[in-house]
């Protein structure tokens, strides 16, 4: 049975291993989606740049909110256990 079961399946073979591979793409993307530390950089750059005198206090503020928004939502992603 598993001779014919193999024949039987054999022309769903591609189709098998572009979905194994797209589910590989997209978890690895979720993975970088969902990576803090860029966002931490990003944190400190601007952080940076306010100390140095490149943006205002104004910019800093809208800037940070943004990334600590993005901050919360990889918290609550990684909570909820995907």
């Known amino acids: 049975m598993g001779l014919l079961t193999a024949l039987v399946t054999a022309p ?5 291993v572009a979905l194994w591979v797209a589910e590989r793409v997209a978890e690895e993307a979720e993975a970088v989606y969902y990576d803090p530390a860029p966002v931490r950089a990003a944190l400190a ?4 740049r306010l100390v140095e005198g490149e943006i205002d ?7 940070e ?18």
């Open 12 to 16: 769903l073979l591609p189709v098998r």
């Open 45 to 48: 750059e601007l952080e940076h």
């Open 57 to 63: 206090e104004e910019t800093f503020d809208r800037e």
């Open 65 to 82: 909110d943004a990334l600590l928004d993005r901050l919360e939502e990889i918290d609550e992603f990684r909570r909820s256990g995907r």
